[in-house]
């Protein structure tokens, strides 16, 4: 009986791992909020040149797993693209903020 038990709790960690995965919010990653101004978009939509952000750019997370426009933004006022989270439907996220 305790084999039969560990193998149904071992079976279960795969499944509860999947489900504790980071998904969009907007917060930032050390719990507090994000500056004004911080956009985010897919990161499969960035594309960067010309002192340009094209991306579909979205001031709130779940917004911008919707969006599929895009806008251009001047890249010396933003900061460096970086790693924002996934969205439900596992694709990667990306934001910037404002440069100070």
């Not at 193998?7 to 917060?27: D, E, H």
């Not at 594309?47 to 010396?76: F, H, I, N, P, Y």
Request: aromatic share 4%.
């Amino acid at each position: 009986m305790n084999k039969l038990w560990s193998l149904a709790v071992a079976a279960m960690l795969p499944i509860t791992a999947c489900t504790t995965a980071p998904m969009a919010s907007n917060t930032a990653s050390n719990g507090g909020t994000l500056p004004g101004g911080t956009q985010f978009c897919k990161k499969n939509h960035l594309g960067v040149g010309g002192g340009q952000l094209q991306c579909s750019w979205m001031a709130d997370r779940k917004q911008a797993c919707q969006a599929s426009e895009g806008k251009a933004l001047d890249a010396g006022r933003y900061t460096e693209p970086e790693y924002a989270g996934r969205c439900e439907s596992g694709e990667n996220l990306v934001r910037v903020s404002p440069r100070a």
